[in-house]
């Protein structure tokens, strides 16, 4: 069974910065593209952010672009999503999934998911 666990998330004010991590259990990174994904309250769950196996491709949501950051350890099993410039409109559940097709800015495909970690920014 493959776990994702993600953490990194609180409270920050509007500008600040937090970085999420999300860690794999077992072998489960090889070959797999990894995503971000967040849900606002009463919102539908949304793309954010997806690296390559490789690393050398990374897509991410028009919304946050040039504001994240993804990126990943293979070797600890651990992708990361650094968040800059943080506004009110970020707040949500954050997750992290494997196995994201990017097809139009959406992600599908996914075969597992973390619990989520919150991430609150104030105004």
């Known amino acids: 069974q493959v776990q994702l666990v993600e953490s990194g998330g609180g409270l920050v004010q509007a500008g600040g910065s937090l970085r999420l991590s999300c860690a794999a259990s077992?072998?489960?990174?090889?070959?797999?593209?990894m995503g971000w994904f967040r849900q606002a309250p009463g919102k539908e769950r949304e793309f954010v952010a997806a690296?390559?196996?490789?690393?050398?491709?990374?897509y991410y949501a028009d919304s946050v672009k040039g504001r994240f950051t993804i990126s990943r350890d293979n070797a600890k099993n651990t992708v990361y999503l650094q968040m800059n410039s943080l506004k009110p409109e970020d707040t949500a559940v954050y997750y992290c999934a494997r196995n994201v097709a990017v097809v139009a800015g959406k992600g599908y495909g996914m075969d597992f998911w973390g619990k989520g970690t919150l991430v609150t920014v104030s105004s």
């Open positions: 690296i390559s196996y490789s690393g050398d491709t990374t």
């Open positions: 077992g072998r489960t990174f090889s070959g797999y593209t």
